[in-house]
């Protein structure tokens, strides 16, 4: 990966004669990546520092798809590109893009029309079920087909279509764009429900005395997990990336905690093995590359309970650099050969050796922790007295700085040679 003094990054605006000098420029021996969302998704700071990041690969140039352009233009009028990166937001034409990506066929670094799945938590569900990865006992009410819908509620338990839920228990909209997410308490533990949603402000969730379940709209009830009171957010880039942070969860009180700058406070967290082969798993299920989804750990478990498609982590310069150079990487890799560009993955110094172990499997030696203590000590001895009206004990303060804290500590071979001596005088 080369640096280049300018990187470039273009935004196109309504095109007609300006789109196609635009694309015949960038055209000219480069490999064009397409950003086609939102315009508070492609300027958010997130994509602008990967962007500028994959802007430093030699044959790289970055085309930013203007919202105008996306909103109002016929795909036809897009700009053309080799690689497109394209997801879906609130607002965002994805059947537009999915008829450009039919049209132009780029390199698709997230699927599209797996994005249509993502917005149903039914179906996201559904495909983690058949990936067999580990999710919350969960059922669906779906009111949209009366003749599946079946619910009981009892004072302590919800039953959906003859699965019995006790409280607590959580119920989802199968909307995924719908956030207020309801967790329902026992009489035991004082009844009403937690009501969360999308983070107004410094907060996340409130109480609500209501314990009745919502009684229009289909919805998934599933199993309350316990966990030590936060959340794991994962990120994935490609299927062998996986970088996770863990958040407040906005169950406990719903107040969102924030650093000195005003952002939500997360903490970098160790991925499981196991973890890491499900971080995976999602990533292929969903074909997105760049992929976002929500882990609980609970009783000893990891359950993904929530799958976001394309998502950055906020503020991480280590994740920049490495989601740019592995989606630069990727990019280089599928696109070069086709345009006779001559290039290999470069091998850098930081980069981690994998080998063979005697099992046969491979491994890597991420590091060596030794945590080292001497094994026996000597038993301290020491004398702590009370001192006062003399002379020699004020000259000792005196000499030794005790008047600064009020208290006198004397460690050194002659500073207790001397207290010696002087208490010898005073005691003989």
């Given at each position: 990966m080369r640096e280049r003094a300018t990187p470039n990054i273009v935004s196109t605006h309504l095109i007609c004669e300006q789109s196609i000098l635009l694309n015949?420029?960038?055209?000219?021996?480069?490999?064009?990546?397409?950003?086609?969302?939102?315009?508070?998704?492609?300027?958010s700071k997130p994509m602008t520092q990967i962007l500028e990041r994959l802007c430093k690969f030699e044959y790289i140039d970055v085309v930013i798809f203007s919202e105008e352009v996306i909103l109002e233009e016929p795909v036809e009028k897009w700009p053309h590109c080799d690689c497109l990166i394209s997801f879906h937001s609130r607002g965002f034409p994805l059947d537009k893009a999915v008829e450009y990506a039919k049209l132009r066929n780029p390199l698709l670094i997230n699927d599209l029309n797996m994005q249509y799945f993502i917005q149903d938590r039914r179906e996201v569900y559904r495909i983690l079920k058949e990936e067999f990865i580990e999710l919350p006992r969960y059922a669906v009410l779906n009111r949209d087909h009366p003749e599946e819908c079946n619910l009981v509620e009892g004072e302590d338990h919800v039953e959906v279509n003859g699965e019995v839920f006790p409280k607590p228990f959580v119920e989802k909209p199968v909307c995924a764009e719908d956030h207020n997410v309801y967790i329902y308490y026992p009489t035991s533990a004082g009844g009403g429900s937690q009501r969360l949603f999308r983070k107004i402000g410094s907060r996340s969730s409130v109480y609500s005395p209501e314990s009745s379940v919502r009684q229009t709209g289909s919805y998934i009830y599933e199993e309350f997990m316990p966990t030590d009171g936060t959340d794991?957010?994962?990120?994935?880039?490609?299927?062998?990336?996986?970088?996770?942070?863990?958040?407040?969860?906005?169950?406990?009180?719903g107040k969102v905690e924030r650093d000195s700058e005003g952002k939500e406070?997360?903490?970098?967290?160790?991925?499981?093995?196991?973890?890491?082969?499900?971080?995976?798993?999602?990533?292929l299920a969903f074909k997105q590359t760049v992929c976002g989804f929500d882990l609980l750990r609970a009783n000893g478990h990891s359950f993904v309970c929530?799958?976001?498609?394309?998502?950055?982590?906020?503020?991480?310069?280590?994740?920049?650099?490495?989601?740019?150079?592995?989606?630069?990487n990727m990019i280089m890799r599928e696109l070069a050969p086709k345009y006779s560009?001559?290039?290999?993955?470069?091998?850098?110094?930081?980069d981690i050796p994998i080998v063979p172990t005697t099992s046969g499997t491979m491994m890597e030696l991420r590091c060596v922790i030794a945590i080292i203590r001497h094994g026996d000590r000597t038993p301290k001895q020491k004398m702590k007295m009370e001192v006062r009206h003399h002379l020699r004990f004020f000259e000792l303060f005196d000499k030794y700085g005790g008047y600064k804290t009020g208290k006198l500590k004397l460690k050194k071979p002659k500073q207790l040679q001397v207290s010696k001596q002087k208490a010898i005088l005073l005691f003989p």
């Open positions: 015949a420029i960038l055209l000219r021996g480069q490999i064009v990546v397409g950003i086609c969302s939102m315009m508070k998704k492609s300027k794991v957010k994962v990120y994935t880039v490609g299927p062998d990336y996986a970088h996770a942070e863990a958040r407040k969860s906005p169950a406990l009180d406070i997360r903490y970098p967290v160790m991925l499981t093995a196991f973890e890491k082969l499900v971080a995976r798993k999602v990533c929530d799958v976001n498609g394309f998502s950055f982590v906020k503020s991480s310069m280590k994740y920049y650099d490495d989601c740019a150079k592995i989606l630069g560009i001559p290039w290999s993955i470069p091998i850098e110094d930081e």
